[in-house]
């Protein structure tokens, strides 16, 4: 599970399909990261940076020298991705996963409660 994903597209002279020359995978639950960076190359930038939060799963990936093909599948909040897995089911759930589920909506439901401290620590 993700918590975090960040990215940057290729930026060529001349394409109209850039690609993901850079990503960064946080971990829920772990923080674990993993990064992808294309090779060097002087003709090839790596644009303005991307990111979207919440809980993620990798649904789709493809990779030569940049990543060519990434879906994700997720909601923001933990409690919705957990009620949709639950519903939809349409892959496996570990036992290790729904813990950590249940635990970032527990968490999610601390920090939204009424009277919380509103910088308290999210991290999962």
């Given at each position: 599970l993700i918590?975090?994903?960040?990215?940057?597209?290729?930026?060529y002279?001349n394409?109209?399909?850039p690609?993901?020359?850079?990503l960064?995978?946080e971990?829920?639950?772990t923080?674990?990261v993993?990064e992808?960076?294309?090779?060097?190359?002087?003709?090839?930038k790596l644009?303005?940076?991307?990111?979207?939060?919440?809980v993620?799963?990798?649904?789709?990936?493809?990779?030569?020298?940049?990543v060519?093909r990434?879906?994700?599948?997720g909601?923001?909040?933990?409690?919705?991705?957990?009620?949709?897995?639950?519903?939809?089911?349409?892959?496996?759930?570990?036992?290790a996963?729904?813990?950590m589920?249940k635990?970032?909506?527990?968490?999610?439901?601390?920090?939204?409660a009424?009277g919380?401290?509103?910088?308290a620590?999210q991290?999962?």
């Amino acid at each position: 599970l993700i918590k975090k994903l960040t990215w940057r597209y290729t930026v060529y002279d001349n394409t109209s399909s850039p690609r993901i020359g850079y990503l960064k995978i946080e971990m829920l639950g772990t923080n674990n990261v993993v990064e992808v960076k294309r090779p060097e190359e002087e003709r090839v930038k790596l644009g303005e940076e991307h990111s979207l939060e919440g809980v993620l799963v990798i649904t789709t990936f493809q990779m030569s020298n940049d990543v060519l093909r990434l879906r994700v599948c997720g909601s923001k909040k933990a409690s919705d991705f957990q009620k949709a897995f639950e519903y939809y089911n349409l892959w496996p759930c570990s036992k290790a996963a729904r813990r950590m589920l249940k635990a970032a909506a527990k968490l999610e439901a601390k920090i939204s409660a009424p009277g919380a401290p509103q910088d308290a620590d999210q991290s999962v």
